[in-house]
């Protein structure tokens, strides 16, 4: 059988101190390549992932972690793959854990697959999620679960995988450029039928890893309920939002 080619995306910013852990956790036995997208750092991430040898380009300003994946799966359809893996640089994912997240969708059972963190509630605060994460966290995922007649674990992680049909399916362009990218993505693959799958993984907070902070994060929330909202709207036919076109 052809091997299938696998390209893993970053979408970088301030990674510098985190960056080599991530990507040395990456099987490069099983991906064809490795694509980084800076989003302006501050730091030396570009130089780091060019030493290392990671495919990379640069924003010449930050346009915000939607705008980041928007680039960096624009550049990986170029590439024709079969999967593409977004994993965060920051080293919060366990890229170990790649094989495991891809296999349900190169075996033709799912669409899109994501790591969910959440299995248990002591594993998560254990692994330094701070509590008020954790407790919008699980807010939103009974509301979104219920709106969306679902039943996943968690609804934002930061380590996920798409066929690339998803990808070419899925409005992602027509997204917002901040962090309601996530859930705009999911709301509108489900609104589409398509097949969502998630594994469990670790949870590890660090220092050195990225963080949104207050009021980005308060936006981040009100947003994703918003597009909860809109899920409703378009199902009732009420309103077909962009997301879902």
Excluded at 18 to 47: A, F, P, Q, R, W
Excluded at 128 to 141: A, E, L, S, V
Excluded at 169 to 184: E, W
Excluded at 231 to 245: P, Q
Aim: charged fraction near 25%; hydrophobic fraction near 40%; include cysteine.
């Amino acid at each position: 059988m052809k091997k299938k080619k696998v390209i893993v995306v970053m979408p970088a910013y301030n990674a510098e101190k985190t960056l080599k852990k991530t990507y040395k956790d990456i099987d490069k036995n099983l991906v064809n390549e490795i694509i980084l997208v800076d989003d302006g750092s501050k730091d030396k991430t570009v130089e780091v992932a060019k030493k290392m040898g990671i495919t990379t380009f640069s924003h010449y300003k930050n346009l915000g972690y939607g705008g980041n994946q928007k680039t960096c799966y624009w550049e990986a359809l170029k590439r024709k793959p079969d999967v593409v893996v977004m994993i965060h640089p920051d080293y919060q994912y366990d890229a170990t854990l790649i094989e495991q997240l891809i296999n349900p969708i190169l075996m033709g059972r799912y669409d899109y697959m994501f790591g969910s963190r959440i299995r248990t509630r002591k594993e998560a605060l254990a692994g330094g999620m701070p509590y008020h994460k954790y407790i919008f966290n699980r807010f939103y995922t009974i509301i979104a679960n219920l709106v969306m007649g679902v039943n996943f674990t968690e609804h934002m992680s930061g380590m996920r995988a798409y066929s690339a049909k998803t990808l070419r399916r899925i409005p992602f362009q027509r997204f917002s450029n901040d962090f309601v990218f996530d859930q705009q993505f999911t709301v509108s693959a489900v609104a589409k039928g398509l097949r969502v799958g998630e594994i469990a993984i670790p949870v590890r907070y660090y220092e050195e890893s990225s963080s949104i902070k207050f009021f980005a994060g308060l936006r981040f929330g009100l947003g994703s309920l918003w597009c909860l909202a809109l899920f409703i709207f378009n199902s009732l036919g009420i309103y077909k939002s962009k997301i879902f076109k």
